[in-house]
Structures are given as C-alpha cells and as structure tokens.
C-alpha cells in the first residue's frame, strides 16, 4: 500500500501529572526533514523522539510538536506555600518603602509565580512512560492518515496507467493499417512518375520504413513497465524513488516512440503518453 507523505495527527492526553499535546504534520520532501519543538520539561526526551519518528517515518518533511502542562502548576492555592508567601510579601513591602508610586499587585500573578509554589518536581520516569505511550499513539494515527491519502493516490495512479496501457494498444493496432496506407503510397508514386514498380527498389523503401516504424519494442517495454509499477503499488515500504524511476522510464519509451513516428497517430499518442506520464509524476512526488 502506498503512502503520501501527508499527514496529520494531533492527541491529547490526560496523565498523572499534567497533559501531554501531541502534534505532527507532514508534507512532501525529497529526504526525511524532521523538525522537533518541544517544552523546556521535556527537552532530554528530544532523542529518543527523534528516534521514535525516524523508525515510522522513512521521508517527508515532518513537524513534532510537544507540549507538556503540568498539574503542579496549576492557579490552585492549595499548591501556594505560606511560607515562600509570606516572605514574598515581606520584600513586596520593602520595595514599596521606595517606591511608594508603585501598584497594587495582582492575585493571579502571584499564583502563576513557580517560587511561592510547594516542591512538587515531576517523576521523570513516569513522565517519560507517558510520553512513549502517547508518541507511540500519535505516530500510529498520522501513519493512518498517510494510509488515507496513499489510497487516493493509487487511485488516480492505477488509473492513469490504465489510460497509458490503452493509448499503447493503440500504437500497436494501428501499425499494420499504416504500412499498408505507406505501400499504396509508395505505389501510387510510382505510377505518377510513369515508372515501373522494382521490386527490390519497392522492397528497400519497405526495409527503411519498418526500420523507422519498428516500434514493438518501445510498447513491449511500455507494458512491461506498466506492470512493474502495478506491483510496486501492491507493496508495503518506501516505493517513491523507485516509482519516480519508472516514470523516467516509461517517458523514454514515450520520446522515442514519438522520435519514430512517421504518422500523426503515433506522434498524438506520444504526446498523449507523456501528458499522462508527467501527471503521475507530479502525484507520485507525494508518496513516501
């Protein structure tokens, strides 16, 4: 199954000693380009997330965001510490013998001060259980999201091979048809000129018509490529490269299917060929 590298992924999670939010966001990028910003509790874990992602995501360019609100910190007076309070106020009042222009100070500010709050430091290695959970859960998720957008992908794929896979039987139904109308031409020339048909003479212009027209092995290796890139779609993996690959491939065949044609059917079907090459490029950029 094929993956986009698009994808998106966002979880909240209610732990023991605060609330975790994870966020992912995925686009498209030649290599893995991860970017990873993270609250200053939880920066010694940066590693192992790292690690984390790279083993799920193999390319794309990837934006982590992880944000940890703990629960020790919370507007709650049962945390204030009366006697960090006390002190607080003691040099709020002392300060106000100076500058006695000075204004009142906000309740709420107080309670966001971290100083006058009790020492309740986080459990390290819970935190980090936590954090692995969660990482785990949201990874699996924005993989989901990518398995989304890989199938759509497909899709559009499968069908425009299909359509490739048509325009080349046309190429090759249409061959015998246009060496007989070469033949009638030559013929008729011929005649014009009031010269007696050589058969040798008839039979070299044939040879460097089919020479030019020889276009067998161009399908062949049309439909062989149509099926290969019908397998890669089937697999499990980083498929983007090797499908990029097949698109140079099948437009070679297209080119110099073109480069042979002698005919405005063939030369139509060639460029037709390398329309619908060029959009299943244009999507396949997008898969991992």
């Not at 994808?7 to 966020?23: M, N, P, R, V, Y």
């Not at 992908?153 to 896979?165: C, P, R, V």
């Not at 040798?200 to 290796?221: A, S, T, Y």
């Amino acid at each position: 199954m094929a993956l986009s590298m698009t994808g998106f992924s966002f979880k909240e999670a209610d732990t023991k000693q605060g609330i975790l939010l994870l966020e992912f966001r995925s686009l498209n990028n030649r290599y893995l380009e991860l970017q990873v910003k993270l609250d200053e509790s939880l920066r010694s874990f940066e590693p192992m997330i790292r690690d984390a992602i790279s083993a799920e995501i193999k390319r794309g360019k990837v934006d982590c965001r992880i944000y940890f609100k703990s629960k020790t910190n919370a507007l709650d007076v049962k945390n204030v510490d009366p006697v960090k309070l006390k002190q607080l106020a003691n040099s709020v009042n002392e300060i106000g013998k100076h500058f006695p222009q000075i204004q009142p100070i906000n309740p709420l500010d107080i309670l966001k001060t971290s100083e006058i709050m009790h020492d309740q430091s986080l459990d390290i290695n819970l935190l980090e259980q936590d954090l692995k959970k969660n990482l785990k859960e949201a990874l699996i998720e924005i993989q989901a999201s990518k398995a989304r957008e890989g199938e759509k992908l497909q899709k559009i794929l499968l069908d425009k091979l299909k359509e490739i896979e048509i325009l080349a039987g046309e190429a090759k139904k249409i061959l015998p048809t246009l060496i007989k109308e070469y033949q009638s031409k030559i013929e008729n020339k011929f005649k014009e000129a009031l010269i007696a048909i050589d058969e040798d003479r008839l039979k070299q212009e044939f040879l460097i018509f089919m020479q030019k027209m020889d276009v067998d092995e161009e399908i062949n290796r049309l439909t062989s490529h149509i099926d290969e890139v019908r397998r890669l779609l089937k697999i499990d993996g980083q498929i983007g490269k090797k499908l990029d690959f097949m698109m140079q491939e099948l437009n070679r065949e297209a080119n110099t299917l073109g480069s042979k044609s002698i005919s405005p059917k063939t030369s139509q079907i060639s460029v037709d060929l390398k329309v619908l090459i060029e959009q299943m490029r244009e999507q396949i950029q997008n898969i991992e």
